[in-house]
């Protein structure tokens, strides 16, 4: 049985090679905001500028 969040936004980032570690330098952020992003539980207005970012480097968001 495949898992209900196969298309949230961290298993996708996941399944293109960007893990923490690696959303961490991409986003110039502290391992925290990036957990925190990944969660869903980051302000909108840091959301955003993270989502902007990812999709300004082409990442699959």
């Not at 209900?4 to 330098?25: F, H, K, Q, S, W």
């Amino acid at each position: 049985m495949l898992s209900r969040a196969i298309d949230e936004l961290e298993p996708t980032l996941t399944r293109n090679g960007y893990d923490t570690a690696a959303l961490t330098v991409l986003l110039k952020a502290k391992p925290a905001e990036v957990r925190d992003f990944l969660a869903g539980t980051l302000p909108g207005d840091r959301t955003r500028e993270f989502t902007e970012q990812l999709r300004m480097a082409g990442v699959p968001v």
